[in-house]
């Protein structure tokens, strides 16, 4: 899947070929090349750039001085190459949104987790990433620190609204579900207020999702559920509002903000000519 959605964005990017490096330099003319962190961060991307470059010109020698999960600063090379200039030069763009992406995601999700650790909670991610890009997401987010919630819809049981509606409430949904599928996997229900709480206390759910619950609500059903059932808040949570909502006493809090709207960090790939 990885490789795949690395062939794809090379060959969203060249096309038919690279018409300005193609007009300029030869098959034969060399070329040494810098990574360089505009900025502080997190880095990641470092192997999936290793990727890009490879498949583009497998000559090219990829010297990585900087590992995935490290914490660079402003002005840091992170990573060295050598090779044909057309092969560094058709590569550059791919390789770079990869690291700039995943190393955005990186450094966002150590703000986080940072914060949670202090309070003993568990920080996660949702399924808000970029069509195409969970695989890399996810892994982003585990290099910064935090931890992985669902893959897939075919990972674990999350009844939600919709799903409730449709049944005809958390009892029969719930009840649906493990006729289905048996005792193993854990159910998780979503509740928005204290009376679907207490709905989902009373069906065994193995863990609770508190859904856009303010944080004194947030904490009162966390009392209520009292360790009967793993907590978990998510919704609406930010970094602004992330430490108030760990002194709830949660297990876990989710941050669909680790992914869906992070900004990437600046990375640059400065050339020279043999």
């Given at each position: 899947m990885i490789d795949k959605i690395i062939k794809l964005a090379l060959e969203e990017d060249l096309g038919l070929g690279d018409i300005t490096s193609d007009n300029i330099f030869s098959d034969g003319d060399?070329?040494?090349?810098?990574?360089?962190?505009?900025?502080?961060?997190?880095?990641?991307?470092?192997?999936?750039?290793?990727?890009?470059?490879?498949?583009?010109?497998a000559g090219t020698k990829f010297?990585?001085?900087?590992?995935?999960?490290?914490?660079?600063?402003?002005?840091e090379t992170?990573?060295?190459?050598?090779?044909?200039?057309l092969g560094i030069l058709r590569a550059e763009r791919v390789a770079l949104n990869?690291?700039?992406?995943?190393?955005?995601?990186?450094?966002?999700s150590k703000?986080?987790?940072?914060?949670?650790?202090?309070?003993?909670?568990?920080?996660?991610?949702?399924?808000?990433?970029?069509?195409?890009?969970?695989?890399?997401?996810?892994?982003?987010?585990?290099?910064?620190?935090?931890k992985n919630h669902r893959m897939s819809l075919s990972d674990s049981v999350l009844i939600k609204d919709n799903h409730i509606a449709a049944a005809g409430g958390i009892t029969k949904a719930v009840n649906k579900i493990r006729a289905a599928i048996g005792h193993t996997p854990k159910i998780e229900v979503e509740t928005t207020n204290l009376k679907e709480v207490k709905e989902a206390l009373a069906c065994r759910a193995d863990i609770i999702m508190l859904d856009n619950m303010r944080p004194a609500q947030a904490r009162e059903a966390i009392q209520l559920i009292n360790k009967k059932a793993v907590t978990e808040i998510s919704g609406g949570v930010?970094?602004?509002?992330?430490?108030?909502?760990?002194?709830?006493?949660?297990?876990?809090?989710?941050?669909?903000?680790?992914?869906?709207?992070?900004?990437?960090?600046?990375?640059s790939l400065k050339i020279s000519y043999k």
């Open positions: 060399l070329a040494s090349a810098s990574i360089v962190a505009k900025e502080n961060m997190v880095l990641c991307g470092v192997e999936a750039a290793k990727t890009v470059f490879n498949y583009v010109d010297h990585a001085l900087k590992k995935d999960g490290d914490i660079v600063k402003a002005g992170v990573i060295k190459l050598e090779g044909r200039a990869f690291m700039q992406r995943m190393s955005g995601v990186a450094t966002v703000e986080y987790a940072d914060i949670a650790k202090k309070y003993g909670v568990m920080l996660v991610d949702t399924r808000k990433s970029q069509p195409g890009m969970r695989k890399f997401d996810k892994y982003a987010v585990r290099c910064g620190g935090a930010n970094k602004e509002n992330l430490e108030q909502y760990c002194k709830t006493g949660a297990d876990v809090i989710s941050a669909g903000a680790l992914t869906h709207s992070v900004p990437a960090k600046d990375l």
